[in-house]
């Protein structure tokens, strides 16, 4: 390959679409818009979802349940997960140094599926009861973010 042989892709370089120029811009008489109608009209210009008159689809379909806008999101972690990790003391920093909490500024949640065999301090913003308790058992402590 050399500048002899290189090629723009395919559509780079088209040339804008001038509407509205006549016969000669290969848009026609009617610019693309078809004959009469709504769409054929100047200044048109339809809601979205509008479906021509027709009962819209976000309309037809039953509305069910409640979304709480203000809930708050926890990044989940399970005991298992911080066993593997093989540390003494968990902190939010250590979680996010190896890659248990993705999301920034992410709140951590600890649950209690798995087991602990050694001794871990981990600081969370929440623990499940069976989290605490298996954590405590091992001998390791469960310490609140932010209290």
Do not use: C, W
Not at 87 to 110: D, F, H, I, P, S
Request: net charge positive.
């Amino acid at each position: 390959m050399n500048l002899s042989n290189l090629r723009a892709p395919k559509k780079a370089n088209a040339n804008r679409k001038r509407v509205g120029r006549g016969m000669g811009s290969g848009m026609g008489k009617t610019s693309t818009r078809g004959h009469k109608g709504q769409g054929s009209r100047s200044g048109s210009s339809l809601m979205r979802g509008f479906e021509g008159g027709q009962m819209p689809l976000h309309r037809r379909l039953p509305k069910r349940g409640f979304t709480n806008i203000f809930r708050t999101e926890y990044t989940v972690l399970n005991l298992d997960r911080l066993a593997e990790v093989g540390e003494t003391e968990l902190t939010y920093e250590k979680m996010v140094g190896l890659g248990l909490v993705r999301k920034r500024n992410a709140l951590v949640k600890v649950l209690g599926v798995g087991d602990l065999t050694v001794a871990v301090t981990v600081h969370a913003h929440k623990f499940s009861k069976t989290a605490q308790d298996k954590i405590e058992k091992a001998g390791g402590k469960a310490i609140l973010i932010g209290e």
